[in-house]
């Protein structure tokens, strides 16, 4: 079974440019998530999408940060404008749904340095 | 609000000998709780879930973390550490299937 794809795995962009992550989850799970982990913490939820619908967006910063789900199947996230702090991984994840004893499936992330 | 504290940032044994990480959640109910693992530059893989049913929970490769409601803890062990075990370790607590991460537990393993 094909894991979650996750592209760009590698991104190096100036401050104020725009950049863009693709994620294709495991076929047949509804649930996907975006994540962000600086480097020494742990992973933080972006944003989190039941098929296509938004379920949960409180910790994405709607100022420069915007996700889309449009078919329900793969994900695209954005940064625009980017900033020195946006330096992070970004990863994807999907489940089965959204009960809390489903296990969310990760991809291997996309790694984002801004200079 | 659910959360949880890893009690130590980074942890170093010798192989073969036991390794224990320590995690304490905070929870208004009975949580469901997760460990995970993060091997350099590859995705983060679940090593055990607890879902309110034993409280001894066994995961892959040798595993298990005991859930203790009166000490608020869910610490992981496993009783001989080998040189693969080597890998940021995080404890995760699980509020309506999202998954809220503690700071990571970075365990080396020396030969």
């Known amino acids: 079974e094909a894991g979650v794809a996750q592209s760009p795995r590698y991104k190096i962009i100036e401050k104020r440019q725009s950049v863009a992550f693709w994620c294709n989850p495991i076929?047949?799970?509804?649930?996907l998530y975006w994540y962000q982990q600086i480097l020494g913490q742990g992973p933080k939820l972006l944003i989190q999408f039941q098929n296509n619908g938004v379920v949960d967006d409180s910790q994405l910063p709607k100022d420069r940060f915007s996700a889309e789900r449009l078919k329900g199947v793969d994900s695209t996230l954005k940064i625009q404008p980017a900033k020195l702090e946006d330096s992070a991984v970004y990863l994807c994840a999907s489940s089965l749904g959204l009960a809390e004893s489903n296990e969310q499936f990760f991809g291997p992330g996309t790694r984002l340095t801004v200079l | 609000a659910q959360s949880v504290t890893q009690l130590d940032s980074h942890v170093s044994v010798s192989e073969g000998t036991p390794v224990l990480l320590r995690c304490n959640y905070s929870?208004?109910?009975?949580?469901?709780l997760f460990w995970y693992v993060q091997h350099p530059n590859k995705g983060l893989q679940l090593l055990l879930k607890y879902t309110s049913a034993a409280t001894l929970v066994k995961g892959i490769n040798g595993f298990e973390a005991e859930f203790k409601k009166s000490e608020t803890s869910f610490h992981l062990t496993k009783p001989s550490a080998h040189m693969s075990d080597a890998a940021e370790y995080f404890c995760?607590?699980?509020?309506?299937?999202?998954?809220?991460f503690g700071q990571g537990t970075e365990l080396s393993v020396k030969p």
């Open positions: 995760v607590v699980s509020p309506g299937g999202k998954l809220i």
């Open positions: 929870s208004s109910y009975s949580p469901s």
């Open positions: 076929s047949g799970h509804a649930t």
